[in-house]
């Protein structure tokens, strides 16, 4: 099977400071990544979808400079969220696909408290 | 706009068969999916269909589709107490990004 792990699965920051989250795909290629936050009771919500080597695709109000966004090979995607705040918090989960495949790998996710 | 609708709740006796439906209003979706994701974790494919199919059957799982109607029902046979979670019904849309509906969740009773 596809395996996609992320790092850190709980993070507690401070108010103002950044967090990266890191999206791995542990035994394939990933041509593409989404990131997904997921508020509680909530669906999924995508944030932005990223192409290996070029810019991340942001959705229609999401903060591309509050929320960096760099997927710089194959098997790696980070997400880094810059000055957090408390209502940053929330489930953060990244999925990945294959080139032209029709099958989205999910991440167990990260936990993100903001105090 | 693309959306999709499922119920919030669904409560089965352990041993009954669950059904679990959504409505989707995106005709040109080529796939549709299933997720399954367990208390504080994250989200595991179960199954998904593509849009020129009607049923798709795995083991105790079994997808309708209906596509005249835009529905798409999850059938688990013989629920378990292992099936509590929460199902999220998914659409593929045109960049491959997934559209989620907000999850039903199974509750099962003994």
New interface residues.
Partial sequence: GAVVS?HPSRVICKSGTSVKIECRSLDFQAT?M?WYRQFPK???M?MA?SNEGSKA?YEQGVEKDKFLINHASLTLSTLTVTSAHPEDSSFY?C?A?RTNT????????TRLTVT | GEDVEQSLFLSVREGDSSVINCTYTDSSSTYLYWYKQEPGAGLQLLTYIFSNMDMKQDQRLTVLLNKKDKHLSLRIADTQTGDSAIYFCAEMGSNYQLIWGAGTKLIIKP
């Fill in positions: 992320q593409t989404f909530q669906s999924l995508l979808t695709t989960i999925s696909s029709y099958e989205q790998y999910f991440g167990p996710g």
